[in-house]
């Protein structure tokens, strides 16, 4: 079992920047691909990036390249998400995903067995 734990989330001006956590647990992740994916009020959920441990090789959505910047820390099992020039539109729920099979580019949550609860982004205008 894995347990992720996201944090970080809170609420900001457009404009503004966030670095969201994610703590993994109880096992390793050196062999993992670990994912950001987010879910905004009434929209589905919708992939955002995703960092293969082993190399550190990264994967953004289209929408998200030059804004947003997955990285992660191996001394501390933690994968972040650096998030710049916030918009309202970027206002969801942020969840954290490990892929156990270490997949390059998995950017469909059926590609991942562990989430995280999730941490809140509001983005006011």
């Known amino acids: 079992q894995v347990q992720l734990i996201e944090s970080g989330g809170g609420l900001v001006q457009a404009g503004d920047s966030l670095r969201l956590s994610c703590a993994a647990s109880g096992r390793t992740i050196s062999r993992y691909t670990m994912g950001w994916f987010r879910q905004a009020p009434g929209k589905e959920r919708e992939f955002v990036a995703t960092?293969?441990?082993?190399?550190?090789?990264?994967y953004y959505a289209d929408s998200m390249k030059g804004r947003f910047t997955i990285s992660g820390d191996n001394a501390l099992n933690t994968v972040y998400l650096q998030m710049n020039s916030l918009k309202p539109e970027d206002t969801a729920v942020y969840y954290c995903?490990?892929?156990?099979?270490?997949?390059?580019?998995?950017?469909?949550?059926?590609?991942?067995?562990?989430w995280g609860q999730g941490t809140q982004v509001t983005v006011s205008s």
């Open positions: 995903a490990a892929d156990t099979m270490g997949r390059y580019g998995a950017n469909s949550q059926r590609q991942y067995q562990y």
């Open positions: 960092i293969k441990w082993s190399n550190s090789t990264t």
